[in-house]
Nanobody, 124 residues
């Protein structure tokens, strides 16, 4: 019933910026917290950012604090990840996901729907 589609990934030089989008289907998008995760080759999927139903509460992994910003537009059923000051170590496939609950979630098992992912590659 729920589909998530990420977009906005690509190749960027270190220090550059990208804005990822996650478009969700359904009429109940605004009632769910959302998260962004990423996975690099040979690495486990890791938490990047979280946003609650209203957008008033956000959380970030220490590795991206001060550089990434998560936001949402419930009228458009879309969540965003603005990525600034990108580093080569940010290279990964980025996934958006819907939280199983309304509170802060930082583990993959706490999310029930996932997008296909979008590739972000940062060159040095």
């Amino acid at each position: 019933q729920v589909q998530l589609v990420e977009s906005g990934g690509g190749l960027v030089q270190a220090g550059g910026s990208l804005r990822l989008s996650c478009a969700a289907s359904g009429r109940t998008f605004s009632t769910y917290a959302m998260g962004w995760f990423r996975q690099a080759p040979g690495k486990e999927r890791e938490f990047v950012a979280f946003i609650n139903w209203s957008g008033g509460i956000t959380s970030y992994a220490d590795s991206v604090k001060g550089r990434f910003t998560i936001s949402r537009d419930n009228a458009k059923n879309t969540v965003y990840l603005q990525m600034n000051s990108l580093k080569p170590e940010d290279t990964a496939v980025y996934y958006c996901a819907r939280s199983r609950g309304s509170q802060y979630r930082q583990f993959p098992y706490e999310y029930d729907y996932w997008g296909q992912g979008t590739q972000v590659t940062v060159s040095s």
